[in-house]
C-alpha cells in the first residue's frame, strides 16, 4: 500500500516531468499585416487618421483552446493608408489562425472624437495579409464607414495609388499603334479589375504620330452595370481649361449578357465601351494641375438622352504621367 507522502511525491514528479512537454507543446505566435486604405465619400484619403481595434485567435478544442487576444492600430500617411501588424496563433503549418474581432473597432480623424464602427477578422484560411477600403459616408450598417475587402494587393495599390504619378509610369503600356505608324501609350494596366466580365474602368491613351511630337489623346471609358436597359451613354461633359465643354462619346463596343430568368427581372447586364478625343493642348493643361495640393481628379459627367448620368473621376496623376511618357525620350 502506497503512503500518502508516496503519492504526493510519484504526483508532483510527473507533474515535473510533464511540464515541459505541456509548455513545448503550446502553439507558436505569429505576425500578419492588415492593410487599410481610409477614404472620404469623394474617394479622396483620410490622412492623419488612427484606426485600432482588438480581435482573438483560438486554437485546440472549443473546451480546452488556446487564445491570443491581440490589440492593434494604425495611422493613415498621405495616400490614406494605414499598416497594422496584427498578432496571432500559429498553426501546425506555421500559418497564422484566424483572430476574429471581440469588440468594435474605432476610427478617430484629426480633431474629431473616436467613432465606433465594425467587427473586423484577419487572415482568414491562413493567409497573413489583408486589405481593406474603408469609405466614409456611404455605410447604413456599421456607423458612417463602409468596409469592401479588397482582393490583393495589387487591387488595392490601384485605389491606394491612384494619386501618384509613378503609379501609372510604372504601368505604362507601349506598342505600335493599330492601324497606323507611331506608339501607343495607354494607362488601361493601372487600373485593376477584379472581373474581366464586369469592368468599369475610365483609362487614358495616346498615339504619338510624326517626329515632331504631335500626339492624339484618347479618354476611354469602359461602363458595365445591371439594368433593364441600355442606357446608351452618348454625352460627356468636363472643365476644359476655358470652361465648361461638352463632346459627343464614340461607341467602341457593346455587350448583352441576359438569359430569360434575368430579363424577367430585369436584371441583365450591359456593358458599354466609348471614347472620345481631346487635344494636346488639354492634356498638359491638366496634367499641370497635379502640382496643386492636395492631389485631385478631373472629373466627367457623361449622360445619355434617356436622363441616365454617372461621374467619373480621372486623377491628375494619370495625365501627368502620361504626358511624362509622350515627352520621355526613351519614348520618343
Known amino acids: 500500500m502506497t503512503s500518502p507522502s508516496t503519492a504526493w511525491l510519484a504526483c508532483a514528479l510527473a507533474a515535473l516531468l510533464l511540464a515541459p512537454a505541456a509548455q513545448a507543446a503550446r502553439p507558436a505566435t505569429t505576425e500578419g499585416t492588415a492593410h487599410f486604405l481610409i477614404v472620404d465619400a469623394q474617394d479622396a484619403p483620410i490622412a492623419g487618421a488612427t484606426l485600432a481595434g482588438a480581435c482573438e485567435a483560438r486554437l485546440g478544442p472549443f473546451w480546452n483552446a488556446e487564445k491570443l487576444l491581440t490589440r492593434w492600430s494604425c495611422t493613415s500617411d498621405a495616400d490614406g493608408v494605414c499598416n497594422a501588424r496584427i498578432a496571432t496563433l500559429a498553426q501546425p503549418d506555421g500559418k ?28 482568414p484560411k491562413g493567409v497573413g495579409t489583408s486589405h481593406t477600403l474603408l469609405k466614409k459616408g456611404t455605410a447604413w450598417k456599421d456607423g458612417e464607414y463602409l468596409f469592401k475587402a479588397m482582393p490583393n494587393q495589387d487591387a488595392f495599390e490601384s485605389v491606394a495609388h491612384r494619386y501618384r504619378v509613378g503609379h501609372y509610369a510604372q504601368r505604362m503600356r507601349t506598342g505600335p499603334a493599330p492601324g497606323g505608324p507611331g506608339t501607343l501609350l495607354s494607362t488601361q494596366a493601372a487600373h485593376h479589375q477584379e472581373s474581366a466580365d464586369f469592368q468599369n474602368l475610365t483609362y487614358l491613351s495616346a498615339v504619338r504620330g510624326d517626329p515632331a511630337g504631335t ?118
Not at 104 to 122: C, V
Not at 225 to 252: I, K, S
Not at 306 to 329: F, K, N, T
Open 96 to 123: 497564422p489562425v484566424e483572430c476574429r474581432g471581440t469588440e468594435r473597432s474605432t476610427l478617430t480623424e484629426k480633431g474629431a472624437s473616436a467613432a465606433r464602427i465594425s467587427y473586423h477578422a484577419f487572415f
Open 215 to 332: 500626339a492624339v489623346v484618347r479618354v476611354t471609358l469602359v461602363l458595365t452595370y445591371v439594368d433593364y436597359t441600355f442606357h446608351r451613354y452618348a454625352t460627356a461633359r468636363f472643365d476644359g481649361g476655358a470652361g465648361a465643354q461638352t463632346v459627343t462619346l464614340t461607341p467602341q463596343a457593346d455587350k448583352t449578357t441576359c438569359n430569360l430568368r434575368d430579363l424577367m427581372e430585369r436584371k441583365c447586364t450591359y456593358r458599354e465601351e466609348l471614347e472620345f478625343t481631346i487635344d494636346a493642348a488639354l492634356a498638359r493643361q491638366l496634367a499641370a494641375r497635379y502640382a496643386a495640393q492636395p492631389h485631385g481628379n478631373w472629373v466627367l459627367r457623361i449622360a445619355s438622352a434617356q436622363g441616365h448620368e454617372r461621374s467619373l473621376p480621372v486623377a491628375y496623376a494619370e495625365w501627368a504621367a502620361l504626358v511624362a511618357a509622350l515627352d520621355s525620350p526613351a519614348q520618343r
